[in-house]
C-alpha cells in the first residue's frame, strides 16, 4: 500500500516545448501533493504544494507560470513544465500526503521521480 | 526556520564495517524526522522515521537512527554494511505544515 506513481519515468522533449508530469497516489486519497526538484547530486527542493481543488503553493523563486500545476481529483495531480528551456533539464520527484488509511496521519509517500532532459 | 544539516557529503566505507551517517536539525518546534535512501535514477525509499515515543528507531535493511533532542541529531547507523547499501541518503525534517526540508545528502560508497 501507499504507493505513489508518476508519469512518464522520463522525457526527453526540444526546447519551446511543454511537458506535463503525473502524479499519482494508488491507493489513497492525498488532498495535498508536493512538487520536488531534484538537480544532479544534489537534494531535493520543495517546488510548489498541490493542493485538490484550489491553487498550488509556490516556493519563494518557483515561476508559477512556468511550473503550472494541477491538482483536480485526490489521486491526481500533474505538473506542467511550459516553454522548457535546458536549464529545466532536472530529475521532478512528488509526493503525496495521506490523509487516511492506515498509515501515519500526514505521512508523505515520494513518487519515484520523472527525468526531464530538454535539447 | 528549520533546517537539516547532513555533515559529510561522502563516506566511504569498507563492506562488514560499521557506518554512522550525520545529521543534525534546527527548529524552534517539535518535529519529524527521516531518513530516505535513493538509488540512482530513483525515487526516496523511506528507511526510518521518528514521529515520537522511543528514541531509538528501528528501520528497514537493518539501519537504525537515535533522536536526541538535546544535541538535535539523528543519525543514522548500520552495524555492517554490504556493497547493495551504496547511495544516497538523505535526512529530512518535518514540522506541522507538513513541508519536508532536506539535508544536502550524503553519498554511502561500500568498499569490497
Known amino acids: 500500500g501507499a504507493v505513489v506513481s508518476q508519469h512518464p519515468s522520463w522525457v526527453i522533449c526540444k526546447s519551446g516545448t511543454s511537458v506535463k508530469i503525473e502524479c499519482r497516489s494508488l491507493?489513497?486519497?492525498?488532498?495535498?501533493m508536493f512538487w520536488y526538484r531534484q538537480f544532479p547530486k544534489q537534494s531535493l527542493m520543495l517546488m510548489a504544494t498541490?493542493?485538490?481543488?484550489?491553487?498550488?503553493?509556490?516556493e519563494q523563486g518557483v515561476e508559477k507560470d512556468k511550473f503550472l500545476i494541477n491538482h483536480a481529483s485526490l489521486t491526481l495531480s500533474t505538473l506542467t513544465v511550459t516553454s522548457a528551456h535546458p536549464e529545466d533539464s532536472s530529475f521532478y520527484i512528488c509526493s503525496a500526503r495521506a490523509t487516511s488509511g492506515e498509515w501515519s496521519y500526514n505521512e508523505q509517500f515520494f513518487g519515484p521521480g520523472t527525468r526531464l532532459t530538454v535539447l | 526556520a528549520q533546517s537539516v544539516t547532513q555533515l559529510d557529503s561522502q563516506v566511504p566505507v569498507f563492506e562488514e564495517a560499521p557506518v554512522e551517517l550525520r545529521c543534525n536539525y534546527s527548529?524552534?518546534?517539535?518535529?519529524?524526522l527521516f531518513w530516505y535512501v535513493q538509488y540512482p535514477n530513483q525515487g526516496l525509499q523511506l528507511l526510518l522515521k521518528y514521529l515520537s515515543g522511543s528514541t531509538l528507531v528501528k528501520g528497514i535493511n537493518g539501519f537504525e537512527a537515535e533522536f536526541n533532542k538535546s544535541q538535535t541529531s539523528f543519525h543514522l547507523r548500520k552495524p555492517s554494511v554490504h556493497i547493495s547499501d551504496t547511495a544516497e541518503y538523505f535526512c529530512?525534517?518535518?514540522?506541522?505544515?507538513?513541508?519536508?526540508?532536506f539535508g544536502t545528502g550524503t553519498r554511502l560508497k561500500v568498499l569490497a
Open positions: 491507493d489513497f486519497q492525498a488532498t495535498t
Open positions: 529530512a525534517v518535518r514540522s506541522g505544515t507538513y513541508k519536508y526540508i
Open positions: 498541490s493542493n485538490e481543488g484550489s491553487k498550488a503553493t509556490y
Open positions: 527548529s524552534s518546534v517539535s518535529v519529524y
